[in-house]
């Protein structure tokens, strides 16, 4: 099984709102990654969790808050969201973050901020 | 830096045509290398994947080879149904810390009867 979840699949939110979004796999992986993809281009590595500790944050603005309570779960926390950052958000996950190893990805929340 | 070059799309094919999606990349060491399909609407699936030079990574027909003397990792398929529209992204990891994947910037894939 290489099924990654993620909830909800559509969002819309005000730019004064605080919504979350949240990612779950039982494949016994220890490393999770949130990605942002707009249309047409390929995903944007945003942050990487190895070992439920974050390893890795791509200089994402500070509205964007990820949390990783437990090896399976990664959620993301938006707050005073930008209408700019309406796009697709895609979880993924690996055996570890040791290098070289398959990412696999969820379905994605789909976001719109109004 | 790593980078992944893929052809520009969209690319449009006869229901039972031949398929290459050419890419070729630029990287330190030895990547990982991968092919990911997005359909409309969808996140990205793992289509298939070569891990060193020679390897071949095969799934629902489709075909790529790691050529390390190239550094190309082209797609190919026999003969593509209207089923596999979609966006193909070719992608590889493994130079740097944090299994960061590189992303090509995806070729979109028009089957048409």
Redesign the interface.
């Known amino acids: 099984d290489?099924e990654v979840t993620?909830t909800p699949k559509h969002l819309v939110m005000g730019m004064t709102n605080k919504k979350s979004l949240k990612c779950e796999q039982h494949m016994g992986h220890r490393?999770m990654y949130w990605y942002k993809q707009k249309a047409?281009?390929?995903?944007e590595?945003m942050f990487?969790y190895?070992y439920e500790k974050l390893?890795?944050n791509e200089s994402v603005p500070s509205r964007f808050s990820p949390e990783c309570p437990n090896s399976s779960l990664l959620n993301l926390h938006l707050h005073a969201l930008q209408p700019e950052d309406s796009a697709?958000y895609?979880c993924?996950s690996?055996r570890?973050?040791?290098?070289?190893?398959?990412?696999?990805?969820?379905?994605?929340t789909?976001l719109l901020v109004l | 830096g790593d980078s992944v070059t893929q052809m520009e799309g969209p690319v449009t094919l006869s229901e039972e045509a031949f398929l290459t999606i050419n890419c070729t990349y630029t990287a330190t060491g030895y990547p990982s290398l991968f092919w990911y399909v997005q359909y409309p609407g969808e996140g990205l699936q793992l289509l298939l994947k070569a891990t060193k030079a020679d390897d071949k990574g095969s799934n629902k027909g489709f075909e790529a080879t790691y050529r390390k003397e190239t550094t190309s990792f082209h797609l190919e398929k026999g003969s593509v149904q209207v089923s596999d529209s979609a966006v193909y992204f070719c992608a590889l990891s493994g130079t740097g810390g944090g299994n960061k994947l590189t992303f090509g910037t995806g070729t979109q894939l028009k089957v048409e009867l």
Do not use: C, H, M, N
């Open positions: 290489t993620q490393a047409k281009k390929p995903p590595l990487v190895s390893s890795i697709l895609l993924a690996s570890d973050s040791s290098g070289k190893e398959t990412q696999y990805f969820g379905p994605g789909r």
